[in-house]
């Protein structure tokens, strides 16, 4: 029975630990959490799309550029860190006309690690 015991203990400390570190390496990405215009909306014409991330980025290694429904590039302006944290990432845009436009995203957080993604607006 006291095998038992400790082999039941080594078991959930290990998963403890593993659980652990897996989060740890979760929060280690920069993800998004606030995009405007915010994704699947309808809205007049933007003059930037803006995100911020849960962790500060590197501006320098990170893009974010908007695409019209052919898929060309629509912004000529590069993506710039808009505040002291280091977690706001924006892209100046031109006038642009009714349609739907896809935001792609990369950025690498302070610590390196790289995540990217997309999402898709309309202008009316």
């Known amino acids: 029975m006291h095998t038992a015991v400790k082999t039941a203990f080594s078991i959930a400390t290990a998963t403890g630990l ?4 897996s989060m740890g390496q ?5 993800h998004p959490v ?13 003059g930037a799309v803006t995100i911020v991330y ?10 974010l550029n908007v ?12 993506a710039h860190v808009t505040d002291s944290n280091h977690k ?10 009714s349609g739907h436009y896809k ?6 957080a302070d610590d390196g690690h790289r ?8 202008v009316k």
């Not at 593993?18 to 570190?21: E, F, I, K, N, Q």
């Not at 979760?26 to 920069?30: D, K």
């Not at 606030?34 to 933007?46: E, K, L, M, N, Y």
């Open 88 to 97: 706001s990432l924006e892209v100046a845009l031109p006038k642009l006309s």
């Open 103 to 108: 935001v792609q995203w990369a950025v690498v």
């Open 54 to 63: 849960t962790e500060p980025i590197e501006a320098a290694l990170s893009s």
């Open 115 to 122: 995540s990217h993604g997309s999402y898709t607006f309309a």
């Open 34 to 46: 606030q995009q405007t215009p915010a994704p699947d909306t309808t809205i007049s014409a933007p």
């Open 18 to 21: 593993l659980l652990v570190v």
């Open 26 to 30: 979760a929060w280690a990405h920069a």
């Open 67 to 78: 695409l019209d429904a052919q898929g060309k590039q629509v912004n000529t302006a590069k």
